[in-house]
């Protein structure tokens, strides 16, 4: 007799219960998915003892049809595909049919629901078999009660963690349903007190508000971008504000929460030289795009994908949160609440520019020839002369200088205009110097108040900039060698050098094949360094195997910190009143001026209120 | 040569010189002392040429100091440079050191054209240069004070030496970074501290008469690359003039000038004991070469303390590290007065300060074993170093 036998459907579902259903959590994000696919527009989830004793899912979706309550508790049985070709464009977050199903076998269900047209249904289902069939009121909407979880599956209700732990798994399942839907209302209920609660008016800075408080919602800047086939958009929040672990980075691909690494390096990248090392951000990433260009049928949680275009797909991304920070003034404050939006586009009062480059032109230093100043323009010439040429004398003349030129351009007005105010001029705010602090940290004030400035992280910034540009340009010298270099490749690797021959030797590196897997190297670059000719070598494949192309740049840039780092001033360096507003000048032409490259801030920031508060002045 | 700078406004466009190699060369060595690869304004990295109707200068200049060398055109009937067309240019002063040093032929010739391009001839070699725009170069101080007073060379540099040293090297409290110089009737005295330990030298000076009473605190980081340029002709008088905010030492075609620091200095004088409890005359030397082997076992400990123990006519120095072991030596002191005494010291600073004496003996004061030590040397009251002494339990 064969002993192959055909297993029953309960144990079938209890088997596919152990996919789906893998803890509280997992009933919680089942049900709740159910939900947003029935388009509710608020979700209230009620639990008790972590979800062991009860999971209540209630939303105002369009409910079942009295008809489809008892199809739904059978396997592979769903609303949401219909036939093969819907496998390729799912824009449901369910469309397996497990789910239903795999909760019940384990637990003791019961769903009450209705679609408004129809009188409601009650059915009580346990371990998989309807036991109780019967008529509810017909209020639009599902409710789905979940008792006694893995009553009938031991192992699994031995391995739960404490209810504090499943309490927080289950809070980050909300949370992320939250901020993937932000127009739904969410609801968590523990134990009849409420966890979280989103208020569904469809901003993500509010959820993210009900999330972590409201100063990191503050600190979150949106960005977006678009390309024929994505669209991205987001928060991403204040590099000052930063997490010791990853899981702080929210992906969703429409709206779908979702892990992906690719995906994740390119938020990274775009945090990049803001952020310290071993720190990540907060953020939440929304990417639209065609179903079908996406594959989430990987594993039953979906919280894989596979995504074509993905190199474009990161690119955009990097690209669309580097340009929002490239908009904003990124200077910790002291209170540790970041600072507000820099500029606000409409209603500003145009400022005159004191700066001594505003007036110092070349035409300065010819005497103005108006009839009725003549004597006094003549006088101002003069002066304005002084400050091209730098004296080593005190903060006196420095003082001459700033009134000089300020009555200078009251008088010729047309000037100021003229002086085009561009954008990354304005990102950095014009610092005044004070003075130095043990030879180490600038004091420098504007309008807004205090600025402290490390003068070391300054200049290595100026500097790193420069170093970065400089690095990638390389020579195209090559040294030959007298003994060639081996490299063993995997299969695939060695396919990809391949494959990428003619643009290695491009770069200096020509690759020959030398038996199955392996290659020669018969010459290299000059400007590898040297000793580490190998290391760089293998760097540059697995660059190539990663993203298909080499940048020089990227691969030399730990070099371009560390040559900005060593010729920076450290700290315990008098500097000059001049030196200082050297620095201060070259600061405020970089790029990003508010991080040294290793991501600590260069400047901090104390406005006039939080030095009042300091005093007492104000309460 | 400050007069020849501004008469010179387009001094700019093609200047032309020749000069001696090794003349040059000792002048460039000299100002790149001056000159930081680590400035936040690029021309400060530059070495300023000068030439004029007299002869050549050469400026260089960083955040403390700035240094100038004058080359003129015949000294002592040699003939030292040429000048065809006076100017002035900004060059990359360490690349030009070192090209002038490693030149084969005994003259150089340079010059400019009005691109700030420097034609370097000498022999059969040529280099051509990028230079700087001299007008960007900041300008010295102007130092025209009548506050002056002359210095020997070579008791300018002994001060420097047994002073300097106590500096403190931490800009937390920056005028403890410098040292205090008070003019008073002829009389100069010095005082550094770092906190923790003080020297104090004074001298007496010429045309110091005149100039009544000053007080001024330099660099100390100033002062070391000043007694780094002066030259051994020892005989010769330093010109010392002194401003507001700048100080100007004139040597043999070097002019030195150093900023000042802001800030009041410490009063010294009420922290220096009078009295006297224990006091005990050593050789300098076998002092010095007891603490140098006690401070072995003492500097792998971390801590450099060497313990010192004063009792019937004999000195003990020891020094312990609990995982190496421990050293002991007796010394048999010229001169033992006083109490019997137990005190423990940093070997780094009473090397420091021994170091620095030239005489044969001191006589070193105690008054407890918290109380500051004083180190003299026998037979010069002028010198004074003080210590103080390390708590242990």
Not at chain 1, 68 to 86: G, L, Q, V, Y
Not at chain 1, 211 to 231: E, H, M, N, Q, W
Not at chain 1, 273 to 279: E, P, S, V
Request: net charge negative; charged share 25%.
């Amino acid at each position: 007799m064969g002993v192959i036998k055909r297993l029953s459907e309960t144990l079938a579902n209890k088997i596919a219960a152990g996919e789906v259903v893998e803890r509280p959590a997992s009933v919680v994000k089942e049900l709740v998915e159910n939900a947003i696919d029935a388009e509710a527009s608020s979700v209230l989830i009620e639990i008790e003892e972590g979800g062991l004793k009860r999971i209540k899912v209630t939303d105002d979706g369009r409910g079942f049809a009295p008809e489809d309550c008892r199809i739904a508790f059978e396997r592979h049985a769903t609303s949401k595909i219909h036939e093969d070709s819907d496998l390729f464009h799912i824009a449901t977050l369910g469309f397996r049919g497990e789910a239903l199903p795999s909760i019940s076998a384990v637990s003791h269900l019961e769903l009450t629901t209705s679609d408004g047209v129809h009188p409601g249904t009650h059915l009580v289902l346990q371990g998989g078999h309807v036991i109780a069939d019967g008529l509810a009121q017909s209020r639009k909407g599902t409710s789905i009660k979940v008792e006694g979880l893995f009553y009938n599956t031991p192992a699994r209700l031995k391995y739960l963690k404490s209810i504090h732990t499943e309490l927080g798994q289950m809070t980050d399942v909300v949370n992320r349903m939250a901020l993937a839907y932000p127009h739904v209302r969410f609801t968590l209920v523990h134990e009849q007190k409420t966890v979280f609660q989103s208020n569904g008016s469809g901003q993500l800075s509010h959820v993210l508000a009900a999330i972590y408080g409201v100063r990191t919602a503050k600190a979150a800047f949106p960005f977006s971008g678009k390309s024929l086939d994505f669209k991205v958009e987001g928060l991403a929040v204040h590099p000052q504000i930063s997490r010791a672990g990853r899981q702080y980075v929210y992906i969703f691909i429409n709206n779908r929460f979702i892990r992906n690494y690719p995906i994740f390096n390119s938020i990274m990248e775009g945090y990049h030289t803001l952020m310290m090392i071993g720190r990540y951000p907060i953020c939440v990433l929304h990417i639209q795009m065609d179903p079908s260009l996406v594959d989430v049928n990987v594993h039953p949680a979906k919280l894989e994908a596979r995504i074509s275009k993905e190199k474009e797909l990161c690119a955009l991304i990097s690209e669309s949160i580097r340009s929002a920070f490239h908009r904003e003034r990124l200077i910790p404050s002291v209170t540790g609440k970041p600072h507000s939006r820099a500029s606000k586009p409409k209603n500003e009062q145009q400022t005159l520019d004191f700066s001594p480059t505003a007036v110092t032109g070349p035409d300065l230093s010819e005497p103005i020839e108006h009839s009725e100043h003549t004597q006094t323009e003549k006088a101002f010439s003069e002066q304005v002369h002084e400050p091209e040429t730098h004296t080593f004398s005190s903060q006196m003349a420095g003082k001459d200088e700033s009134a000089t030129t300020l009555e200078q351009s009251v008088q010729d007005t047309s000037d100021v205009e003229d002086s085009p105010s561009d954008e990354p001029q304005r990102r950095m705010p014009k610092l005044y110097p004070i003075g130095q602090m043990h030879g180490t940290y600038i004091f420098a004030q504007n309008e807004d108040g205090l600025y402290i400035i490390d003068q070391h992280a300054a200049q290595e910034r100026i500097k790193y900039e420069f170093f970065r540009e400089k690095v990638g340009e390389t020579a195209r010298e090559v040294q030959q060698l007298l003994v060639p270099m081996t490299f063993d490749f995997s299969a695939s690797e060695y396919e990809t050098v391949t494959e990428y021959q003619d643009y290695l030797q491009e770069i200096g590196l020509n690759f020959e094949s030398f038996g199955t897997r392996s290659l020669i190297i018969r010459s290299y670059p000059t400007w590898l360094p040297e000793g580490r000719e190998e290391e760089m070598i293998n760097d540059i494949v697995h660059q190539l195997i990663e993203t298909g192309k080499v940048s020089i740049k990227k691969l030399r840039e730990k070099l371009a910190k560390m040559m900005a780092c060593k010729r920076s001033i450290k700290a315990n360096h008098y500097l000059r009143p001049d030196e200082i507003q050297a620095l201060l000048d070259s600061l405020s032409k970089a790029q990003d001026p508010f991080t040294c490259p290793h991501g600590r801030p260069v400047l901090v920031h104390f406005t006039p209120y939080e030095m009042e508060k300091m005093f007492k002045r104000v309460q | 040569m400050q007069e020849l700078q501004d008469s010179n406004p387009n001094a700019a466009l093609a200047m032309k010189c020749t000069v001696q190699k090794d003349k040059l060369a000792d002048a460039v060595n000299r100002v790149m002392k001056a000159i930081s690869s680590k400035t936040t304004i690029p021309i400060l990295t530059g070495v300023k040429i000068t030439s004029g109707r007299d002869g050549i200068t050469l400026t260089g200049s960083n955040s403390d100091i700035s240094i100038q060398t004058f080359i003129p055109l015949e000294e002592d009937g040699n003939e030292n440079a040429v000048v065809h067309t006076p100017g002035q240019i900004v060059l990359p002063s360490r690349l030009f050191s070192e090209l002038v040093r490693k030149l084969q032929d005994e003259d150089v010739h340079i010059e400019v054209d009005s691109r700030f391009i420097a034609k370097i001839t000498s022999g059969a070699t040529e280099f051509s240069l990028n230079g700087l725009d001299p007008e960007e170069y900041p300008n010295l101080p102007i130092i025209n004070g009548s506050d002056a007073f002359r210095i020997r060379k070579d008791l300018l540099k002994d001060m420097i030496k047994q002073t300097v040293y106590a500096v403190s090297v931490t800009e937390t409290r920056p005028v403890l970074t410098g040292v205090k110089w008070m003019i008073n009737d002829g009389k100069l005295s010095c005082v550094a501290t770092d906190s923790h330990r003080l020297a104090q030298r004074s001298v007496s000076v010429e045309n110091g008469e005149d100039s009544g009473t000053h007080t001024l605190v330099i660099p100390g980081s100033s002062l070391n690359e000043l007694s780094k340029i002066l030259d051994d002709d020892d005989e010769q008088l330093v010109d010392i003039i002194m401003t507001t905010n700048q100080i100007l030492f004139k040597s043999n075609n070097v002019q030195f000038y150093s900023r000042l620091l802001d800030g009041n200095y410490p009063d010294t004088s009420r922290l220096i004991p009078t009295e006297s409890k224990t006091t005990i005359d050593l050789g300098t030397k076998d002092l010095y070469r007891a603490i140098e082997r006690a401070s072995l076992l003492a500097k792998e400990e971390r801590n450099n303390v060497v313990k010192l123990r004063a009792e019937g006519n004999q000195v003990e120095i020891s020094s312990q590290s609990l995982e190496l072991g421990r050293v002991f030596e007796t010394l048999v002191p010229e001169h033992f007065e006083g109490d019997p005494l137990r005190i423990s010291f940093s070997a780094k600073f009473m090397m420091d300060a021994l170091g620095k004496l030239d005489a044969q003996s001191v006589r070193i004061h105690f008054v407890g074993p918290m109380r500051p030590i004083i180190i003299r040397p026998i037979g010069d009251e002028n010198i004074l170093m003080l210590i103080l002494p390390i708590r242990t339990f």
